[in-house]
């Protein structure tokens, strides 16, 4: 088993992915190198389009579902067996990068084709997937194909989800199946059964390229709780009233943002604490401002301080900020995710074994599909450095050797989860 | 004289004041009991239309200059005297109240029918002045009327400021000054010689309230100036960032502004520090902020606190805040100024003599078109409490015995400095 996963890693063919990662990103390209390819806008339909092709001509079948996830699959020995799948979404921040998605996606089909090539027989299917709206940008919340997938949200929720010109998901996803299905592509239901889940995408922080890694075997999700603190005083003429007649909304705000700061401050570095919003009315130089509001994003491994660190926010808000009153309001919260070891253990495996590859252990800060497909089989991803870490912008970055890495890495981890028959 | 000066307090109508309130009040109300009477806006026409009828019906002359500042006049007893003149503006903020500045214009005319009808005959003649765009909301910056009249100003920049639909002061002002003219009103100069200038005006600060005072002696208008702070970090993922990587510009905005705060904070309670406006970009619930800009406005009645304190500010910003780096641009700086004796002093003298008031001594925190008559001539101004130091609001208020007490004193004062013949 182990020779066939290796001989998957070693017939991938990186120069063909690179192209197609060119290619794709061609689909929604921006003057300055980015890509803005937003959820099934015309450029996202086309690249269904093209990846529904990609894999007709690998001798894959495919399929679409509800919300227009659309898959690829290489049968297996036993067709009754559930597939390992991989994949990841094709949609991107509308200033965004060629490789946050698209990669995951790509790397998949040169996966599938190096499996095909090398004429390697796993006995279980292998499926590539691309789930829609991971980004949230034109419909929120994102994630969607993959939370409709396993059930965490209702189709109807996510269809009547609007964007920023009243076009909902629903209408926008309609067009897009009506577009597979004039080429043939049948629809599936949503929970069809996985053997397990791979994801493969850019790391999108500096902790792989700092530690000079290839490759990162992701343990898990970070917990994250978003919060809306509002600080409400009074405004008032900011050159008549004394110092100690006022009630300033945004001195109590900054002395508040410092304080949950300190409180978020761990030694280990591992608790990632954001202040990413803050507003002020009535926003004028000479008001003092009577309400000021920031959001809070709060991330951490460890599901129990992040229990501990909103009970220590909600007793600070209790207080009285510049005479000011404070309301919290929690605007979401999602639960850590730790990957079960027989995912974690085949990425190892396949990083030390078959690519002598050192691949460090990590836990992902951002989202993926992956937090929901975790409820519903065995999940894991792997990530590759991006340069500097950074993502969301057209600056995003990987090289083709790095690129290539990821994508033996994932045709490797999928035969050792395939199993060879 | 102290006499005249009495009888001229005695004889205020404040019945027909009140009335005059109300009336010009219509004249761009809100629906919310606010007024919105916006620069040279038809309102704004209209009300000076009226002042002018008002005005001949006293047997004032009545005369408008380039800037649309609109005079009327009770000939002295010596017409080659320079006029003692009062007033202040007729323009509100969008959503403002019916007496910051109205009160001071509709006072001065009951204060000129006072002696009229008490048939006080002054050496000097009696003004009342209506200057034009003081707020600064249409056609910003403000106090444009008063600072053209004082030549602080030119006429040409003036003109070619321009409001949010693209008209410009000049063609605002032509429109008006032809309305007057219709109603044959003559044209004068700027800078004709006053004998002295005292505006009367609500506080639009707690200070008077809070002392039970009834009436305040202004002893000058703070110093002030407008600094904007631009942090500036790198942006980057919530999720993915240890803390040891962020440059966070929110991060260091927040602490720079607890920093300064602390900087201006006197014992006195007489330095006045708001940040007002406070921006965070790109302002991402899940994005590290790459850039926060805040504005200060400082004010304090000493000079030399006020060039300390910009020094100290320009020290602590030069320093890095959580890794960021911070811009400060001035963005204003107006000198403070010191009223004279001679129009204090009478102020005082008409409070305590004629009607037996205590008037405590204050600075005025906010401008107002006395601080460039102050460059022009002997320049005071009387302040009445409004209630909670509310203004620039719909719920901006005072009551009729407010509005009389006001007026009264200015009565007793203009017939003070215009002396008897």
Redesign the interface.
Request: hydrophobic share 35%.
């Given at each position: 088993m182990p020779d066939q996963s290796a001989r998957a890693a070693a017939a991938v063919d990186s120069r063909r992915l690179w192209e197609d990662l060119r290619n794709l990103a061609q689909l929604g390209a921006r003057a300055d190198g980015g890509v803005g390819r937003l959820a099934l806008d015309e450029n996202d339909v086309k690249a269904r389009l093209w990846l529904v092709e990609q894999g007709r001509a690998l001798g894959c079948s495919v399929r679409m579902d509800a919300a227009a996830n659309v898959f690829l699959r290489l049968p297996g020995g036993d067709e009754n067996l559930p597939p390992v799948v991989t994949g990841s979404h094709m949609d991107s921040q509308p200033a965004g990068g060629a490789y946050d998605g698209a990669y995951g996606v790509l790397a998949g089909l040169a996966a599938l084709r190096a499996v095909h090539e090398a004429r390697i027989a796993t006995r279980r299917p292998l499926e590539v997937v691309a789930w829609t709206n991971e980004e949230g940008v034109r419909f929120s919340p994102g994630t969607s194909g993959s939370a409709c997938f396993v059930g965490v949200r209702s189709l109807e929720e996510t269809r009547a989800l609007t964007d920023g010109e009243g076009i909902s998901f629903g209408e926008a996803a309609d067009a897009c199946l009506a577009r597979l299905e004039a080429q043939g592509v049948p629809t599936a239901d949503f929970a069809t059964p996985m053997s397990a889940f791979v994801e493969l995408h850019i790391?999108?922080?500096?902790?792989l390229e700092?530690a000079g890694a290839r490759a990162g075997v992701v343990t898990g999700i970070?917990g994250?709780s978003?919060f809306e603190f509002t600080v409400r005083g009074t405004?008032?003429?900011?050159?008549?009233?004394?110092?100690?007649?006022r009630r300033?909304a945004?001195?109590g705000a900054?002395?508040l943002?410092?304080a949950l700061?300190e409180q978020a401050?761990d030694d280990a570095?591992e608790t990632?604490?954001?202040?990413?919003?803050?507003?002020?009315s009535p926003?004028?130089?000479?008001?003092?401002?009577d309400e000021?509001v920031f959001?809070v994003?709060l991330?951490d491994p460890d599901q129990a301080r992040l229990d501990a660190l909103e009970a220590t926010f909600r007793d600070l808000a209790a207080g009285e900020w510049a005479g000011c009153s404070v309301e919290v309001t929690r605007?979401s919260r999602i639960d850590p995710v730790v990957f079960p070891d027989a995912v974690t253990g085949a990425v190892a495996e396949a990083a030390e074994r078959d690519l002598c590859m050192e691949a460090p252990r990590l836990m992902?800060?951002?989202?993926h599909d992956a937090i929901h497909l975790a409820r519903h089989c065995p999940t894991g991803m792997i990530f590759i450095p991006c340069k500097d870490?950074?993502?969301?912008?057209p600056a995003e970055s990987i090289t083709p050797d790095q690129a290539e890495d990821g994508a033996r890495l994932l045709a490797a981890t999928l035969v050792r989860l395939a199993e060879v028959a």
């Open positions: 790391e999108q922080g500096p902790v700092r970070q994250v978003w405004a008032n003429h900011a050159g008549t009233t004394p110092r100690a007649a300033d945004l001195e900054c002395a943002a410092v700061r401050r570095d990632r604490f954001t202040i990413g919003r803050f507003r002020v926003d004028s130089v000479n008001t003092i401002p000021a959001t994003d991330r605007l992902s800060g951002a989202f870490g950074v993502s969301h912008h």
